[in-house]
T-cell receptor, first 115, second 116 residues
Framework: NAGVTQTPKFQVLKTGQSMTLQCAQDMNHNSMYWYRQDPGMGLRLIYYSASEGTTDKGEVPNGYNVSRLNKREFSLRLESAAPSQTSVYFC??????????????FGPGTRLTVL | AQKITQTQPGMFVQEKEAVTLDCTYDTSDQSYGLFWYKQPSSGEMIFLIYQGSYDEQNATEGRYSLNFQKARKSANLVISASQLGDSAMYFCAMREGYYNTDKLIFGTGTRLQVFP
């Protein structure tokens, strides 16, 4: 199992450009999440998807859109990138069957720089 | 609003010694979960340990244990017999929400450095 995979690993954008960060998981998890990690601020939730076909805003959704393409894939789109979106982006997934509290599994992250 | 506080930006510990990383939380929910994650310099997030608010015993996973004091709203991570490979950022997180819609609220992290 590859777990949670993210592409690309690194990306540099110019202000105003758009791009989509891809995330896929092969663990048959229902829930998927997108976080951003800024220096000194820990991880903050951007969007999440409790199941295929549903998405909800997290703490910092402005400037982003998401698509839960199917159970495996959850993409994050920046329509018009801004320097404030320079960050490391993590995708995560979680099994929701069985135990009430299951940990989230994280991808390796995407380091995005917006100039 | 739910909040996680990690007041130690950095900690040093000698190899083979034990170290405690502090975490306090704020929530009005009766049902919640507390997690610790490790982030080595390579960047990935590694799950370490979990404690549920209704768990009567402190959680343990190998060299990791969670000192859960519900009345004080603290969930400190104890690493016993530190190893050089334990050098990393450590994040405390709390589950917010119910079942399928739960989300994690993260603290700002503690950087642990283990020296020989």
């Amino acid at each position: 199992n590859a777990g949670v995979t993210q592409t690309p690993k690194f990306q540099v954008l110019k202000t105003g450009q758009s791009m989509t960060l891809q995330c896929a998981q092969d663990m048959n998890h229902n829930s998927m999440y997108w976080y951003r990690q800024d220096p000194g601020m820990g991880l903050r939730l951007i969007y999440y998807s409790a199941s295929e076909g549903t998405t909800d805003k997290g703490e910092v959704p402005n400037g982003y859109n998401v698509s839960r393409l199917n159970k495996r894939e959850f993409s994050l789109r920046l329509e018009s990138a801004a320097p404030s979106q320079t960050s490391v982006y993590f995708c995560a997934s979680r099994k929701t069957e069985g135990q009430l509290f299951n940990e989230q599994f994280f991808g390796p992250g995407t380091r995005l720089t917006v100039l | 609003a739910q909040k996680i506080t990690q007041t130690q930006p950095g900690m040093f510990v000698q190899e083979k010694e034990a170290v405690t990383l502090d975490c306090t939380y704020d929530t009005s929910d009766q049902s919640y979960g507390l997690f610790w994650y490790k982030q080595p310099s390579s960047g990935e997030m590694i799950f370490l340990i979990y404690q549920g608010s209704y768990d009567e015993q402190n959680a343990t996973e190998g060299r990791y244990s969670l000192n859960f004091q519900k009345a004080r709203k603290s969930a400190n991570l104890v690493i016993s017999a530190s190893q050089l490979g334990d050098s990393a950022m450590y994040f405390c997180a709390m589950r917010e929400g119910y079942y399928n819609t739960d989300k994690l609220i993260f603290g700002t992290g503690t950087r642990l450095q283990v020296f020989p």
